[in-house]
């Protein structure tokens, strides 16, 4: 399995920011897996930021709940995420992620996309 993450580079404070996550060779719909998105600000961890899973059930890291959607586009096999109301701080490599919902592994993992927050 593949996934490519795309989206603007730059974005401006208090838009929202719209990711694309492709995926091939796996369908979004197979059971097994949740398809999750992360990110890392420059020099700090990893930030859960939310998932979907094969229904479409979402759930959403409680810090960033209120500023997050991510959602199915089926008939081209992606995962979006929409984050609101952007500040400096959301400036990172955001990435997607399969996450194995028998284990909790994360088995496969997209390159990742710089987003700079910036006016």
């Known amino acids: 399995v593949q996934l490519q993450e795309s989206g603007p580079g730059l974005v401006k404070p208090s838009q929202t920011l719209s990711l694309t996550c492709t995926v091939s060779?796996?369908?979004?719909?197979?059971?097994?897996?949740?398809w999750v998105w992360v990110r890392q600000p420059p020099g700090k961890g990893l930030e859960w930021i939310g998932r979907?899973?094969?229904?479409?059930?979402?759930y959403y890291n409680p810090s960033l709940v209120s500023r997050t959607s991510i959602s199915r586009d089926t008939s081209n096999n992606a995962i979006t995420l929409q984050l609101s109301s952007l500040t400096p701080e959301d400036t990172a490599v955001y990435h997607c992620?399969?996450?194995?919902?028998?284990?909790?592994?994360?088995?496969?993992w997209g390159h990742g996309t710089q987003v700079t927050v910036s006016s």
């Open positions: 979907i899973g094969y229904s479409g059930y979402t």
């Open positions: 992620v399969r996450e194995d919902n028998r284990n909790g592994w994360y088995d496969s």
């Open positions: 060779g796996d369908s979004i719909t197979m059971n097994n897996y949740y």
